[in-house]
T-cell receptor
């Protein structure tokens, strides 16, 4: 079955540590996205990529980094510069010409 | 910048009752998307609306976009416990853009 796989489901970060969240899709979608979800605040866009080897900052990119070396993969690194990383992170993808975004199951990140 | 306001923020209904969730935009909507989210999980795409006056239905859920394309409603007929979750509306930030803006969500609980 086609879909978007996020891993791990739960992740814990220590102070000063960088952590990487994985997002893989087999839908052959060109565009991929990372969102952060906090209680009562809906989803906020962190980074997005419309094509391999290209990505743009979203609304809250500070303290995060991404790469898009393969069409299927769009990993998100939460760096130590992100002072409040505790949140639910969602990855999505969409195809060119039909902007319906399909989401993974999410990764819940907490700080130890 | 565009904002999406959802109302109500939360809703508790008795099984079998009808309900409506609203999504209001501060600007013209180019594409409006409804999603459902179970707590701690990813978003499931429900419906997309693009044209003023458009209405779509799937099983017991009907979504409408008003003629002015600034408000959408999601109506559930004869609610069931399986309808419980968080309903989010999302919208294209501009015509032809890949990026969404999301509402803050409506939390629905259905009492059996």
């Amino acid at each position: 079955d086609g879909g978007i796989t996020q891993s791990p489901k739960y992740l814990f970060r220590k102070e000063g540590q960088n952590v990487t969240l994985s997002c893989e899709q087999n839908l052959n979608h060109d565009a991929m996205y990372w969102y952060r979800q906090d209680p009562g605040q809906g989803l906020r866009l962190i980074y997005y990529s419309q094509i391999v080897n290209d990505f743009q900052k979203g609304d809250i990119a500070e303290g995060y980094s991404v790469s898009r070396e393969k069409k299927e993969s769009f990993p998100l690194t939460v760096t130590s510069a992100q002072k409040n990383p505790t949140a639910f992170y969602l990855c999505a993808s969409s195809t060119v010409g039909k902007n319906i975004q399909y989401f993974g199951a999410g990764t819940r990140l907490s700080v130890l | 910048s565009q904002e999406l306001e959802q109302s109500p923020q939360s809703l508790i209904v008795q099984e079998g009752k009808n309900l409506t969730i609203n999504c209001t935009s501060s600007k013209t909507l180019y594409g409006l998307y409804w999603y459902k989210q179970k707590y701690g999980e990813g978003l499931i795409f429900l419906m997309m609306l693009q044209k003023g006056g458009e209405e779509k239905s799937h099983e017991k859920i009907t979504a409408k976009l008003d003629e002015k394309k600034q408000q959408s409603s999601l109506h559930i007929t004869a609610s069931q416990p399986s309808h419980a979750g968080i309903y989010l509306c999302g919208a294209d930030r501009a015509s032809g853009t890949y990026k969404y803006i999301f509402g803050t969500g409506t939390r629905l609980k259905v009492l059996a």
